[in-house]
């Protein structure tokens, strides 16, 4: 007979997210502190940060500007509605970031997630295709491994069926998806940009002759796909999708929440591949994660016919009760000074030749059967172990964190790397080498 699990009793109050419970609570991963590249964990160990806390943390742990601007709103606005009222600074917020939206986006809905961002986006091209006199135009096309949250409309959309199959039944309607791009036999160990796949935008065609374009509201795609295991848009396949978009009249949005703010080396990756959405969903390093927010960017014209479309009272309805909440515009406008006065998107861009080449010197690893990369993004493509998918990378995982002292993070048999836009060239080599000996130990 198996003998039972054992755990510390003390952590059974909690349940968490999209983690093996019993398997974590039979052995922990404690984190107790952070500063810049590292973590510590509970034992006292020095952490390697290789995936910016969750893609998030983009300008490094405990910044000591955020932690005074969010210390100092708190002992004087703790909070203030968000309905029919406001404060002075979510709106200096908004104003500091639609300096970085690309042209003709400049007005912004706050929220709390990347989730609530999606979710808004959706509601937002609803809302905007009722009030032009086109409320047929209610159908949404996602993509196979397409991520978008755990909002019932952001997973019906997303495409991880692993995420869907418990909620299928009451998922949202009108919902087709694109194929994905991810294709070993043509791009495996592209560097940058696979040349394959920009065919593959011409599926929405296909979707428009079935379902017709007067019925499609918008396409939704990451423009870098990351939970899902780092899979890069072939050249040509983005613009493509934008040239289809509007010839048929579909609102396209990206999901930026991971791929925002500086991780591809600019600003949003809409300014990275020069391609232009008419809706962008953001969230993660919009605060440096040191308060939860969301955001949804929109072209001005789509924002002003939702407003102007009522005469008087609320035009959308649609909000959070902490949308735009003190303390995360307080940490938001922070972040932004420190990526602008450190130059970080800019360092980004200029770091990221050094973490191409130190990813793909994996290629000779155990198991390695791709490796993927853009900006400051790797993906790390495993043999599947036989009978036992995803169990390979999670054994990386563990030994990195437990033997390595370093946090990486897995998605099937997949390592994503992510780490913050301040790692040197000598972190990079430290990163890589402790995934390299964590491939080697458990092979």
Request: glycine share 8%; charged share 20%; proline share 6%.
């Given at each position: 007979?198996?003998?039972?699990i054992?755990?510390?009793?003390?952590?059974?109050?909690?349940?968490?997210?999209?983690?093996?419970?019993?398997?974590?609570?039979?052995?922990?991963?404690?984190?107790?502190?952070?500063?810049?590249?590292?973590?510590?964990?509970?034992?006292?160990?020095?952490?390697l940060?290789?995936?910016?806390?969750?893609?998030?943390?983009?300008?490094?742990?405990?910044?000591?500007?955020?932690?005074?601007?969010?210390?100092?709103?708190?002992?004087?606005l703790?909070f203030?509605?968000?309905?029919?009222?406001?404060?002075?600074?979510?709106f200096?917020?908004?104003?500091?970031?639609?300096?970085?939206?690309?042209?003709?986006m400049?007005?912004?809905?706050?929220?709390?997630?990347?989730?609530?961002?999606?979710?808004?986006?959706?509601?937002?091209?609803?809302?905007?295709?009722?009030?032009r006199?086109?409320?047929?135009?209610?159908?949404?096309?996602?993509?196979?491994?397409?991520?978008?949250?755990?909002?019932?409309?952001?997973?019906?959309?997303?495409?991880?069926?692993?995420?869907?199959?418990?909620?299928?039944?009451?998922?949202?309607?009108?919902?087709?998806?694109?194929?994905?791009?991810?294709?070993?036999?043509?791009?495996?160990?592209?560097?940058?940009?696979?040349?394959?796949?920009?065919?593959?935008?011409?599926?929405?065609?296909?979707?428009?002759?079935?379902?017709?374009?007067?019925?499609?509201?918008?396409?939704?795609?990451?423009?870098?796909?990351?939970?899902?295991?780092?899979?890069?848009?072939?050249?040509?396949?983005?613009?493509?999708?934008?040239?289809?978009?509007?010839?048929?009249?579909?609102?396209?949005?990206?999901?930026?929440?991971?791929?925002?703010?500086?991780?591809?080396?600019?600003?949003?990756?809409?300014?990275?591949?020069?391609?232009?959405?008419?809706?962008?969903a953001?969230?993660?390093?919009?605060?440096?994660?040191?308060?939860?927010?969301?955001?949804?960017?929109?072209?001005?014209?789509?924002?002003?016919?939702?407003?102007?479309?009522?005469?008087?009272?609320?035009?959308?309805?649609?909000?959070?009760?902490?949308?735009?909440?003190?303390?995360?515009?307080?940490?938001?406008?922070?972040?932004?000074?420190?990526?602008?006065?450190?130059?970080?998107?800019?360092?980004?861009?200029?770091?990221?030749?050094?973490?191409?080449?130190?990813?793909?010197?994996?290629?000779?690893?155990?198991?390695?059967i791709?490796?993927?990369?853009?900006?400051?993004?790797?993906?790390?493509?495993?043999?599947?172990?036989?009978?036992?998918?995803?169990?390979?990378?999670?054994?990386?995982?563990?030994?990195?964190?437990?033997?390595?002292?370093?946090?990486?993070?897995?998605?099937?048999?997949?390592?994503?790397?992510?780490?913050?836009?301040?790692?040197?060239?000598?972190?990079?080599?430290?990163?890589?080498?402790?995934?390299?000996?964590?491939?080697?130990?458990?092979?």
């Amino acid at each position: 007979m198996t003998a039972p699990i054992t755990h510390d009793p003390a952590l059974d109050a909690q349940w968490m997210p999209f983690t093996a419970n019993k398997a974590f609570k039979a052995r922990p991963r404690l984190l107790v502190s952070a500063k810049d590249m590292h973590y510590q964990s509970d034992d006292g160990r020095e952490i390697l940060d290789g995936t910016a806390g969750l893609w998030c943390v983009n300008a490094g742990h405990c910044r000591p500007s955020i932690i005074e601007a969010i210390t100092r709103t708190a002992s004087t606005l703790d909070f203030a509605p968000s309905f029919q009222m406001g404060h002075p600074l979510s709106f200096a917020f908004a104003k500091k970031l639609v300096k970085l939206f690309p042209a003709g986006m400049n007005r912004v809905f706050f929220s709390n997630s990347g989730s609530e961002a999606i979710d808004s986006a959706l509601k937002i091209a609803l809302a905007y295709h009722r009030a032009r006199g086109a409320p047929e135009r209610r159908m949404f096309i996602g993509r196979t491994r397409g991520y978008h949250g755990v909002g019932f409309g952001g997973i019906s959309v997303g495409g991880i069926e692993t995420n869907r199959q418990t909620f299928a039944a009451q998922l949202m309607p009108h919902i087709d998806h694109l194929p994905h791009t991810h294709d070993l036999a043509h791009n495996a160990f592209s560097k940058g940009q696979p040349q394959w796949g920009a065919h593959l935008a011409d599926a929405l065609e296909t979707m428009v002759a079935t379902h017709g374009a007067d019925s499609i509201a918008a396409v939704i795609v990451e423009p870098l796909a990351g939970s899902t295991g780092v899979l890069v848009p072939p050249v040509g396949y983005l613009e493509r999708l934008r040239a289809l978009c509007t010839t048929h009249g579909i609102l396209l949005i990206f999901d930026e929440v991971i791929s925002g703010f500086g991780r591809l080396g600019a600003p949003f990756a809409a300014q990275h591949f020069g391609v232009t959405p008419d809706i962008m969903a953001m969230a993660k390093g919009l605060t440096n994660a040191a308060v939860p927010m969301g955001a949804t960017a929109v072209q001005s014209a789509i924002h002003d016919t939702v407003v102007n479309a009522s005469e008087r009272g609320i035009e959308f309805f649609h909000g959070y009760t902490y949308s735009g909440h003190p303390l995360a515009a307080a940490a938001g406008i922070a972040t932004l000074d420190i990526y602008e006065q450190e130059g970080l998107f800019d360092r980004a861009r200029t770091i990221a030749p050094v973490w191409e080449a130190a990813v793909h010197s994996l290629r000779d690893a155990p198991y390695v059967i791709d490796i993927r990369n853009l900006g400051l993004v790797a993906g790390i493509e495993l043999e599947p172990r036989a009978g036992f998918p995803g169990a390979r990378a999670f054994d990386a995982f563990v030994n990195c964190f437990h033997e390595q002292d370093a946090l990486i993070r897995v998605t099937g048999d997949i390592i994503a790397l992510s780490p913050p836009l301040t790692i040197s060239s000598d972190q990079i080599d430290e990163l890589v080498s402790k995934v390299r000996r964590a491939l080697h130990a458990i092979a």
